[in-house]
């Protein structure tokens, strides 16, 4: 089993910035793709990124690519997740997922373990 906690959201103006936490625990996560999905009040699970076992590979939502960050620290179990400028359609519920495997899959149905989500709202 892996334990995941989120931490880091919070209301922050539009063109801000965020880091993002999630924090791993039950077992290594080395051997485990680790993504960011998020979810707007009335919308489905979106996904956000993926990095891979070492962070060279990873995969980003193209609504998201060049302004979002995702990196691990494998030795820490923990995943992070750098958001840069920053929009009010950025705000959503942001969950942290684990899935074994090597793939960087955008289907959440791929990813067996969840943390409780923080929140993240963007204000014009």
């Known amino acids: 089993q892996v334990q995941l906690v989120e931490s880091g959201g919070g209301l922050v103006q539009a063109g801000g910035s965020l880091t993002l936490s999630c924090a791993a625990s039950?077992?290594?996560?080395?051997?485990?793709?680790m993504a960011w999905f998020r979810q707007a009040p009335g919308e489905e699970r979106e996904f956000v990124a993926a990095?891979?076992?070492?962070?060279?590979?990873?995969n980003y939502a193209s609504s998201v690519k060049g302004r979002f960050t995702i990196s691990r620290d494998n030795a820490k179990n923990m995943v992070y997740l750098q958001m840069n400028s920053l929009k009010p359609e950025d705000t959503a519920v942001y969950s942290c997922?684990?899935?074994?495997?090597?793939?960087?899959?955008?289907?959440?149905?791929?990813?067996?373990?969840w943390g409780q989500g923080t929140q993240v709202t963007v204000s014009s």
């Open positions: 039950g077992r290594a996560i080395r051997t485990y793709t």
């Open positions: 997922a684990a899935r074994a495997g090597s793939t960087l899959q955008p289907n959440p149905t791929e990813y067996r373990y």
């Open positions: 990095v891979g076992w070492s962070e060279s590979s990873t």
